[in-house]
């Protein structure tokens, strides 16, 4: 334990200062950095989320619940943070053609986080992710820079971190499409936490598929889209799958955005492969290293393209 004690203990000194300088209240602290310590360590205000990243290094079950326990309680020394202030995850390796992720408890533990001059909700107990994805930190900065007097669309859009910056922004309208009415409502809650108005029909549930297969009833100026690597929803006809859909799903997508207009595509799909193919724009951009923010160890932790129209 004393190796993962000094990392944890270095990375705090350095990055403490810098989340004060960027303003925020969430942010990594540790990252796979030691590969006996398979875990992410993210502050949130003055609570700790940790993702154990399964792997038994051979331990028995008994040797490996001693093992947490002597971790998390590593954490606790080093950040200084009482034990109740902390909350583990297991994650496991999942097949991404037939698995995803479910809900994992109800105890909604729910808190208010800050970042760049913003206000979000998070629940550190209730799913896997937390409700903001923290690597995505600097292209909410950049999608915020180019909101201002632009029609904004947000698809897959989980909480509505993206399109909180666009109306911190002062974009024209900013619609925001998702598949969960829990999430969806999530997303109203961030906007009412940051003194935004509720436009309802700005809110749509819907698979993203069908919402594109529409005939357009807006072009976009400025697009944001995040899909999930995998999900086989009860709500959706089919299954999503990043790799096989994007081309279709970005060719499609073009059909809702102004001549000139730009779509952001992210996804985290560690072995993602891009087909441009059928897309007929000014430019595509692989921006990904602009993307990555400095308390991210793992450079690769999603894949991010600039689409001009």
Same mark, same amino acid.
């Given at each position: ?5 000094? /990392?944890?203990? @270095?990375? =705090? ?44 290094? @051979?331990? !028995?079950?008994?040797? %490996? ?23 583990? &995850? $297991?994650?496991?390796?999942?097949? /991404? ?21 913003? @206000? ?15 690597? %995505?930190?600097?292209?909410?900065? #950049? ?7 632009? &029609?904004?669309? +947000? ?26 009415? !829990?999430? #969806? +409502? ?26 594109? =297969? ?17 999900? *086989? ?37 560690? *072995? ?13 951009? $692989? ?15 999603? %894949?991010?393209? @600039?689409?001009? %129209?």
């Amino acid at each position: 334990m004393e190796a993962f004690a000094n /990392r944890l203990q @270095k990375n =705090k000194k350095h990055l403490l200062k810098w989340a004060k300088r960027q303003g925020i209240s969430c942010f990594r602290i540790y990252d796979h950095d030691i590969p006996e310590f398979p875990f992410c360590v993210d502050r949130y205000e003055d609570c700790v989320h940790i993702s154990e990243y399964v792997h038994r290094y @051979k331990m !028995t079950e008994e040797e %490996h619940e001693q093992w947490l326990i002597d971790a998390v309680s590593t954490v606790a020394e080093q950040l200084a943070v009482p034990g109740e202030s902390i909350f583990l &995850k $297991e994650r496991k390796i999942l097949s /991404r053609r037939v698995e995803q992720y479910e809900k994992v408890a109800v105890a909604s533990k729910k808190i208010v986080v800050q970042e760049s001059g913003l @206000k979000f909700w998070v629940n550190l107990t209730d799913y896997l992710d937390t409700g903001l994805f923290l690597d %995505h930190r600097p292209l909410r900065q #950049l999608f915020q820079a180019e909101s201002e007097g632009k &029609k904004v669309l +947000n698809l897959f859009a989980y909480t509505g971190s993206f399109s909180v910056y666009a109306a911190a922004a002062k974009a024209k309208s900013v619609t925001t499409v998702d598949l969960s009415n !829990t999430y #969806l +409502n999530w997303a109203k809650e961030n906007f009412e936490l940051n003194g935004f108005a509720v436009q309802e029909g700005d809110f749509i549930q819907s698979d993203v598929m069908d919402f594109l =297969k529409k005939a357009p009833e807006t072009l976009y100026d400025l697009v944001i889209v995040d899909p999930p690597s995998f999900s *086989n929803s009860k709500r959706m006809k089919g299954t999503w799958d990043t790799q096989r859909d994007h081309a279709t799903m970005l060719h499609l997508l073009l059909q809702h955005v102004a001549k000139g207009g730009v779509v952001y595509f992210s996804n985290n799909f560690r *072995n993602f492969t891009p087909d441009f193919t059928r897309l007929k724009v000014s430019s595509i951009a $692989e921006i990904t290293d602009k993307t990555i923010p400095e308390d991210f160890r793992n450079k690769k932790i999603h %894949h991010c393209y @600039k689409i001009v %129209h």
